[in-house]
């Protein structure tokens, strides 16, 4: 394993480099994910509301290790981009051991605390409730391989070795779509799991990820052999990895929270409501995962040339990654638009249930574009350090979703009313992000 370069060379394939396998990888993970739906689907809606109700407390933590994460990622990358190794070691150990007290921290709170957070959104069937418990406990209480897994991609995203993710995550794929079926269904002598199945599938296939992450990083020269994992961090490196993280980390966690009240304004309409909330938002990943991965991509390029100090070829850069962006967030939208039904047959069978499926992906359609275009502008804010600017606007123009929500679903449009406040909220983070970050981009190459 090697640190990539990404101050020199042609700039489109320099991008194209780092980004392809990352936005291969974040197939990989969609489809991880909508493996896991697809399965969960054949045993029913209910199922799918279990996982979708426990997902979001995931997704709510998700928001924490987001934290050194990011900040990890961007200083590492900017201290390779000035050449001085010892401080991205430095930076990626106190990266991994925030990433291991937030593990334990939640995994406890997972395990001992499913019941009181479950009833959070106030499912009305006793098997689903119990589902969703036995979900969050398992993939909440081992959520150490998860956490240590984005942190490990974090680290080789700034090193621009981004194949160690692809190759990691193909294996964890490969592996969940075997034991899927198996865990969930039982077959033969094997006892049917049901939802606890895919919840350990899930972890079992985490565990692999870790696993071939270490030994990807094993004897790596450049960070990894200098780390020394147990000497305590300088309090200098926590504090700037914090200064990046904690906005983009906050925006996570708030994103989550309106995403989860809207889950419980949703579940008003019933559990299959609930059901078609977590059904679409991962068919819907088709869009934003590869565009995270596009944006991550930009964000590492972005952050060696901020530390190499090129500016220009960080605006070439971002020019590039938006154009890309906004033709897939065409294709994206072309698809969610024309063929909602047989797209979403493929994770739920109650005819009675289609129908509101369809409705979310075709109004989800209009915003594609945006989201596409948003999150490979707060990538470009996060590699050149300003990670407050992306977050706040992506925490007001989230928040206005839930009294949009409330008043939209109160109106003839009902349910869609609730889809609605999702579109349009995006549609607006996308306009204000891009327009925000050409802004700052401007007075930055101003700069002496």
């Not at 493996?35 to 109700?53: F, H």
């Amino acid at each position: 394993m090697k640190q990539v370069d990404l101050t020199n060379g042609p700039i489109t394939s320099s991008l194209a480099r780092l980004a392809f396998p990352i936005m291969a990888t974040s197939f990989i993970q969609m489809a991880y994910n909508l493996t896991d739906m697809i399965w969960i689907g054949r045993i029913g809606s209910g199922a799918v509301a279990a996982v979708g109700a426990a997902g979001m407390f995931t997704w709510l933590f998700n928001g924490t290790i987001v934290i050194p994460k990011m900040g990890g990622q961007v200083k590492v990358a900017h201290a390779l981009g000035a050449g001085n190794a010892e401080d991205a070691a430095a930076y990626a150990r106190g990266d991994l051991q925030l990433g291991i007290f937030l593990s334990i921290f939640f995994g406890i709170i997972c395990l001992f605390f499913a019941g009181p957070l479950i009833r959070f959104y106030k499912l009305t069937d006793p098997v689903v409730i119990q589902q969703a418990e036995a979900y969050l406990m398992i993939t909440g209480g081992l959520v150490l391989f998860n956490f240590m897994n984005q942190i490990f991609t974090g680290l080789m995203t700034a090193m621009g070795n981004s194949m160690v993710t692809f190759r990691a995550t193909t294996a964890g794929l490969i592996l969940n779509i075997v034991l899927d079926p198996i865990l969930i269904y039982g077959p033969g002598p094997l006892p049917a799991m049901g939802v606890a199945g895919a919840a350990f599938a899930t972890v079992l296939a985490q565990l692999v990820v870790f696993l071939l992450y270490l030994k990807a990083i094993h004897n790596e020269p450049v960070i990894f052999s200098r780390l020394h994992l147990l000497q305590k961090t300088d309090p200098v490196y926590i504090k700037e990895m914090m200064r990046i993280g904690l906005p983009i980390g906050l925006h996570n966690m708030i994103f989550a929270s309106v995403s989860m009240t809207l889950a419980r304004i949703v579940a008003g309409y019933g559990d299959a409501a609930v059901a078609i909330q977590k059904v679409c938002s991962q068919i819907e990943s088709i869009s934003w995962m590869t565009a995270e991965g596009f944006g991550s991509a930009v964000n590492s390029f972005s952050a060696q040339n901020y530390g190499a100090g090129k500016k220009e070829r960080i605006k070439k850069g971002y020019f590039t990654a938006i154009t890309i962006m906004i033709l897939w967030g065409c294709f994206t939208s072309f698809l969610l638009f024309v063929f909602p039904e047989p797209i979403i047959r493929i994770f739920i069978t109650e005819a009675d249930v289609i129908p509101l499926g369809a409705d979310y992906l075709r109004i989800l359609a209009y915003s594609e574009i945006f989201t596409c275009i948003e999150i490979t502008s707060a990538g470009a804010f996060q590699g050149i350090g300003k990670s407050l600017y992306s977050s706040l606007i992506t925490v007001i123009f989230t928040v206005i979703r839930i009294p949009l929500a409330l008043f939209l679903s109160g109106t003839a449009l009902g349910l869609n009313g609730v889809w609605w406040s999702i579109s349009a909220s995006g549609i607006l983070r996308g306009t204000v992000m891009v327009v925000g970050f050409i802004l700052v981009l401007h007075r930055y190459l101003k700069e002496n």
